[in-house]
């Protein structure tokens, strides 16, 4: 919902006034300064005018246009899913509390995320699947799989909404959860879900670690030797296992990257097994290169190499028979 219909709604609703004359003020408005002010501008004049407090005026961010490190941001959207509330103890030896939600509107979806208090409150809200929110100064994050986070924290305030003017929750799910990825055809040069069938060809980099938060694996920052999580604050950090990937798909070659397990399932080892190999990238190189996958991910622009790249968050059994016919079909195609 942009400003100017937030204004037209909030007036409409104070004071019944029908929306053809709101609109027709705020016209007017606008030509009264003769094009010195936007359409906004003169839609918070009007607001004003009927003596609705500025700070009112709340305007919502389609979910497709959130982007990693957003703050102050409203957002308006269908509950698709409700995760159970996850309890674990922190280095502190304090309870700490998850909640998430998955909310969607009808241009993408996000998972809502609640830690400590703020999960406890959220779970007390009784919210449930189907239920329209509006969630107001919420922050936004990349997480480990390239997707973004929404983040609350004790200035989110949540109103339930009883208007529903999205699509049916088992459309919104089948849009979004379900069937989101789409077989990969030719080279990745777009934004989107994708399942990716080859075979690695070249592991990148030198190092394989990154120290991430015990808690919900997110990169930590290393302040003169102290780790912190921007969610947790102080943590002990472990080291998780990163991968830079090349995958032939017979087509093209693709940059991928994994984190965390999805990276040791794609090696087959734990992070702690192989801390302890000395040259890594060569032990890397050896087991993985040549190495038949079956991927989904999320594809991201990387911005320093100006590249579309894979961000793995599942990695597949594969059924090598069946899939390595189709690949020969495609082969035998093209
Ligand atoms: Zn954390």
């Given amino acids: 919902m942009s400003k100017v219909e937030e204004v037209v709604r909030l007036i409409k609703e104070k004071f019944k006034i029908p929306e053809e004359r709101i609109i027709k003020e705020i016209k007017q408005k606008l030509l009264e300064f003769s094009g010195l002010i936007s359409e906004e501008g003169a839609a918070i004049l009007v607001a004003r005018d009927y003596g609705i407090d500025i700070r009112e005026i709340k305007t919502f961010t389609p979910l497709s246009e959130l982007v990693s490190g957003m703050r102050n941001v409203n957002v308006r959207a269908k509950v698709i899913k409700v995760l159970p509330l996850k309890e ?19 241009s993408d979806y996000a998972r809502l995320v609640f830690w400590d208090e703020q999960a406890l409150e959220a779970e007390e809200m009784k919210i449930k699947e189907g239920m329209v929110l509006k969630i107001y100064n919420v922050r936004t994050k990349e ?3 390239g997707e973004i986070d929404i983040l609350t924290d004790k200035n989110t305030f949540i109103e339930f909404d009883e208007k529903d003017d999205f699509l ?5 799910s089948e849009k979004f959860l ?3 990825y789409k077989k990969l055809q030719g080279p990745l040069d777009s934004l989107g879900y994708y399942e990716v069938v080859g075979i690695i060809s070249y592991v990148f980099g030198k190092n394989f670690f990154f120290k991430s938060c015990p808690i919900c ?8 030797g102290t780790y912190f999580c921007d969610v947790h604050g ?5 080291n998780s296992l990163y991968l830079r990937i090349e995958i032939n798909t017979f087509d093209s070659n693709l940059r991928a990257v994994a ?8 090696v087959g080892m734990k992070s702690e097994e192989l ?16 190495k038949f996958i079956k991927v989904k991910g999320r594809a991201r622009k990387n911005k320093v190499l100006n590249v579309f790249e894979l961000i793995i968050n599942e990695v597949e059994n594969v059924d090598f028979k069946s899939e390595i016919n189709e690949l020969i079909e495609k082969v035998e195609i093209t």
């Fill in 168 to 172: 049916p929750i088992d459309e919104l």
């Fill in 259 to 266: 984190f965390r397990d999805v990276a040791e399932k794609i």
């Fill in 275 to 290: 801390e302890k190999i000395e040259n890594l990238k060569d032990f890397l190189t050896k087991v993985l290169v040549g």
């Fill in 217 to 224: 694996g997110n990169k930590v920052v290393n302040k003169e």
């Fill in 143 to 145: 997480n480990i799989f």
């Fill in 88 to 106: 674990f103890t922190k280095r502190s030896g304090e309870k700490g509390f998850l909640k998430t939600y998955i909310i969607a509107d009808n």
């Fill in 234 to 238: 102080e943590v002990n950090p472990k």
């Fill in 178 to 180: 379900k069937s989101k």
